[in-house]
C-alpha cells in the first residue's frame, strides 16, 4: 500500500463555522507524516476525523483502505492513538490500563500479556506497570500511553504532542522510541508544535492553516521551497558573534538597527561568528563592508550582522576584517532557514489571503 | 463474548477506582446513612418533650387529672405548674415555654358549668402549633368527654328523678347521653404510620435518584472532558456497549448503596418493609435505572461536568420537591400536582411506599413499574440517539 492515508474533500463544519475546508492530503505508508498549523487550523478536527471520533460533513476519507465512514471499526483496529492530555484511566494502573486497551481491541489472551510486557520494555515503563497512572511523571504517562496505544499492534500511530512539558531527556527517548516504531513498520502521524522535533523526525510535513493544506513537502523541501522564493530577492543574514572584552564597551544604538518584521529576517540566510574580543573600532570597520547594511547587537557583546548579497565573498570580507584588527574568531556558523521560519511564514500568507 | 468483557471491565473499573478512592467509598457508605438520619431524625420524627406551662388556679379531682394526662403525655414537657397567670403568660412572651395551658379559677368548682380553658400559644414556631394544638384539643375533648360521660349517668338519674320537674335539662342530659353513646372506631388498615416510615421509601428512592444522575455526570460527561471516553470511543467497541458498560458499573454501585440505605432505614428507624426486601430492592433497581438513563440522556451532548451539572439541576431539584417525597401529592396544588404526574420519581415513590408500607406485590404495583420502564426505554433510546460519538 503506498499511501495510509488519503483525503478527498474533506470537510467538517460545526454550525456555520469551518473546522477542516476541502482538505485533500495522502500520507505514505510506513512514513513519519508531520501534521503541523497553528492553534485553531483544523488539525485536531482533521485527526478526529480520521480516528472516526468525528463524522465529516463531506469528502471522504480512507485509512488504511478502510472509509471513515462506511468501515469505522475497520479504521479502528488499524489505529493507536497517543493524545496529548494522557487519557487513560488514573486510577487504574498502567498494566491495567494497557489489558483494558487489549480487551476493548479484542487482543487474544494468549498473546495479550506477552505484548504488553514486550512493549513496556520496549519503552521501559516495566517497573512502574502496578502503578496507577495518576502517580506517574509526565513521561512515564506518555510511555503507559503508547503501550496502551500499540498493544492491538496499529498500522498507523497517531502522536499528538507527545513530547510537550517533557524534559529534554525523556523527550530524547521517546524522540528514539518514535523512530524506533517507525523503523519497525508503523507509520506515525505526528502533530506537534516542536518544529526542530517535526524536522528531526519526519519524513513529510503538511501545514494546515484555516482548515486548508497550506504546505505540504519533506521538511527539506519546504525549507528550500522558502529559499528558492527569497533568492530572487538574495537577501541574506549573517550572525557574527562577538563577545566584549571589556566589560564597559557599548555600542551606539545609532549604529543598531532591528530587524523589522518576521518576513524581512526571512529573507536572510543566517550565520554566526563568535569573536572573542571586540573593539568600537573592530565594530566600526565590520559596518563599513560593503555587504554589510545592517548590525544588531545582542545579549553580552553579541552583534548580529545582515549581509546583502551573501556569498563566499562576504564571509571572507568579514572574516579579513576581523582578524586584521586583532579579533579572534572562535566559531563561524551559517543557518538554514528552521522550519520554524517556513511555519510562520507559511501561516502568515495563508491568514493574509485569509484576511484579504 | 469480547462485548461482555468490555462490559465486564467497565464494571471492574467502577469498583477499582471506588476501592482506590477511599474517600469516595466512604461517602458510598456514609452518604445513605447521613441521609437516612437527616430525613429521619430532622423531619420524620414526631415532636415531644416541647417546654409549657400550666396555670392551676383551684384543687379538685378534675384538676388533678387534668394535671396527671398533661403531665404523661410525651409531647409536652411540663416545665413549672403555678398559679399565676400573669407569670405563665411571661413565660411565653418571653420564649422560655412554647405555650400556657390556663385552668380557670372554677376548673373544680361546678362540674355541670361550662368551663373555659386557655391555650396562650407560641404561634410563631409552626411546627410546635401544629402538634401542640391538637394534642391539647384531643385531651381535653377527652376529659370532656369523660365528664360529660360521667354527667350523662348522674343526670339520668336524676331526669328520673326530677323528670316533671325540669324537662329541658332531661333533655339537655339525653343529648349528652347519645354523644357518649357514639364511637368512633379508627381502623387504620396498614397500622400504625407514622411520618418516618412514610418518609423513608420516598427517600431512598430520593437518594438513589441524586446519585444516579450525579453519578451518570462524572462517568460519561467527566470522562468526556477528561478524554477517557475518546480512548475508548477509538476501539472498535459501540455505543451500546460503552453505555451498557457505564450503567452495569453504576448500578452495581447502586445496589450496594440502596441496600445500605434499606439497612440504615430498618436498624436505626425500625422502617417497615412489609412487602419483603427483595421486592424493594427490584423497585430500587428499575428506578436506578431509569433515572441512569435519565442521566445518560442528559450527557448524551454535555462536553464537561459542569455542563451536566447545570443542566441536570433544574430537572432535579424540583423533582425532589413534588414528588411526593415530603409531603402527598395530592396535597400539592393543581399544577404541581400534573408536574408530579409526568416525573419518574413520583412513581418511584408510589411504588416504594406500596410496597414498603402496604406490603403489596410487584405484581399491585405493575402500573407503577411499567410507568418507571416506559420512561426508561425512552430516556436510554432518546439518549443513544443522541449520544454524540464526535468527542
Known amino acids: 500500500m503506498k499511501y495510509v492515508i488519503e483525503t478527498k474533500d474533506l470537510t467538517k463544519r460545526y454550525g456555520k463555522f469551518t473546522a477542516v475546508n476541502s482538505l485533500n492530503m495522502k500520507i505514505p505508508n510506513k512514513t513519519i507524516f508531520g501534521m503541523l498549523g497553528p492553534n485553531g487550523a483544523g488539525k485536531t478536527t482533521t485527526i478526529k476525523m480520521l480516528t472516526c471520533l468525528a463524522q465529516p460533513t463531506e469528502g471522504t476519507a480512507k485509512v488504511y483502505g478502510f472509509d471513515v465512514i462506511k468501515e469505522p471499526n475497520k479504521v479502528r483496529d488499524v489505529l493507536g492513538m497517543v493524545p496529548q492530555h494522557v487519557s487513560l484511566y488514573k486510577d487504574l494502573t498502567v498494566l491495567e490500563n494497557s489489558e483494558l486497551c487489549a480487551d476493548f481491541y479484542g487482543v487474544p489472551e494468549d498473546v495479550k500479556f506477552d505484548r504488553i510486557n514486550d512493549l513496556m520494555e520496549l519503552v521501559d515503563i516495566k517497573y512502574a506497570q502496578d502503578k496507577k497512572i495518576g502517580q506517574l511523571s509526565g513521561g512515564q504517562k506518555q510511555k503507559a500511553s503508547l503501550v496502551a496505544s500499540l498493544v492491538h499492534r496499529p498500522e498507523i500511530l497517531f502522536l499528538d504532542e507527545p513530547t510537550i512539558g517533557l524534559d529534554p531527556t525523556t523527550k530524547r527517548i521517546l524522540w528514539e522510541l518514535i523512530q524506533d516504531l517507525n523503523d519497525s513498520g508503523h507509520t506515525i502521524i505526528l502533530c506537534s508544535h516542536d518544529m526542530h522535533e517535526v524536522d528531526m523526525l519526519c519524513d513529510n510535513v503538511g501545514i494546515i492553516n484555516t482548515g486548508n493544506l497550506v504546505a505540504y513537502d519533506t521538511p527539506q523541501g519546504l525549507k528550500d521551497t522558502l529559499l528558492k522564493e527569497e533568492k530572487d530577492e538574495h537577501d541574506k543574514i549573517v550572525h557574527i558573534a562577538l563577545s566584549q572584552t571589556h566589560e564597559d564597551k557599548e555600542i551606539s544604538k545609532e549604529d543598531i538597527s532591528s530587524f523589522k518584521n518576521q518576513d524581512e529576517f526571512l529573507k536572510f540566510r543566517k550565520m554566526s561568528f563568535l569573536v572573542d574580543n571586540l573593539s568600537e573600532n573592530l565594530t566600526n570597520k565590520i559596518k563599513t563592508i560593503s555587504y554589510v547594511y545592517d548590525l544588531k547587537i545582542g545579549k553580552q557583546g553579541r552583534i548580529e550582522l545582515k549581509i546583502d548579497k551573501f556569498n563566499d565573498e562576504a564571509i571572507t570580507e568579514v572574516i579579513k576584517t576581523v582578524v586584521e584588527d586583532g579579533g579572534i574568531i572562535s566559531s563561524i556558523s551559517t543557518e538554514e532557514p528552521s522550519l520554524e521560519d517556513v511555519f510562520i511564514k507559511v501561516t502568515s500568507e495563508a491568514k493574509d489571503s485569509a484576511r484579504a | ?391
Open chain 2, 1 to 391: 463474548m469480547v462485548e461482555t468483557k468490555k462490559l465486564m471491565w467497565m464494571v471492574k473499573k467502577e469498583w477499582l477506582s471506588l476501592k482506590r478512592h477511599p474517600s469516595r467509598l466512604i461517602s458510598i457508605l456514609v452518604f445513605p446513612i447521613i441521609m437516612i438520619l437527616l430525613f429521619g431524625y430532622g423531619m420524620g420524627g414526631d415532636l415531644s418533650d416541647l417546654p409549657i406551662v400550666v396555670v392551676s388556679q383551684s384543687n379538685g379531682d378534675l384538676t388533678d387529672m387534668t394535671l396527671e394526662t398533661i403531665k404523661t403525655n410525651d409531647i409536652y414537657h411540663v416545665v413549672k405548674i403555678t398559679n399565676n397567670v400573669n407569670e405563665a403568660k411571661d413565660m411565653v412572651d418571653k420564649g422560655d415555654v412554647k405555650a400556657a395551658i390556663i385552668l380557670p379559677s372554677d376548673y373544680d368548682s361546678d362540674t355541670s358549668q361550662q368551663k373555659s380553658v386557655t391555650f396562650y400559644l407560641d404561634s410563631s414556631d409552626q411546627m410546635a402549633t401544629q402538634s401542640l394544638v391538637p394534642t391539647t384539643q384531643a385531651i381535653f375533648s377527652q376529659i370532656s368527654l369523660e365528664q360529660a360521660s360521667a354527667m350523662a349517668t348522674q343526670s339520668t338519674n336524676s331526669t328520673i328523678a326530677v323528670e316533671d320537674a325540669d324537662t329541658e335539662n332531661s333533655l339537655s342530659s339525653s343529648i349528652n347521653s347519645f354523644k357518649s353513646s357514639i364511637t368512633l372506631h379508627i381502623n387504620k388498615i396498614y397500622g400504625d404510620i407514622k411520618y418516618i416510615d412514610f418518609l423513608v421509601p420516598a427517600v431512598l428512592g430520593m437518594t438513589v435518584m441524586m446519585s444516579c444522575m450525579m453519578g451518570m455526570g462524572a462517568s460519561i460527561a467527566g470522562e468526556r472532558e477528561t478524554g477517557e471516553l475518546a480512548r475508548l470511543f477509538m476501539t472498535p467497541t459501540s455505543v451500546a456497549t460503552v453505555i451498557g458498560g457505564k450503567i452495569l458499573g453504576k448500578l452495581s454501585v447502586e445496589f450496594l448503596r440502596a441496600m445500605i440505605l434499606l439497612s440504615a432505614a430498618i436498624l436505626l428507624f425500625g422502617a417497615t418493609v412489609n412487602g419483603g426486601i427483595l421486592p424493594t430492592i427490584i423497585v430500587l433497581i428499575i428506578g436506578a435505572l431509569c433515572f441512569v438513563g435519565f442521566g445518560i440522556m442528559m450527557s448524551a451532548r454535555a462536553s464537561t461536568q459542569e455542563d451536566y451539572s447545570q443542566m441536570v439541576m433544574p430537572f432535579s431539584m424540583p423533582m425532589m420537591f413534588v414528588s411526593g417525597v415530603f409531603y402527598p401529592v395530592e396535597t400539592m396544588p393543581w399544577i404541581f400536582q400534573q408536574i408530579a404526574y409526568i416525573c419518574p420519581l413520583t412513581y418511584l415513590n408510589d411504588a416504594m411506599r406500596a410496597i414498603m408500607l402496604k406490603g403489596q406485590t410487584l405484581g399491585d404495583v405493575w402500573f407503577e413499574l411499567l410507568v418507571l420502564i416506559g420512561f426508561t426505554i425512552f430516556f436510554f433510546a432518546l439518549g443513544v440517539k443522541r449520544f454524540n460519538r464526535d468527542v
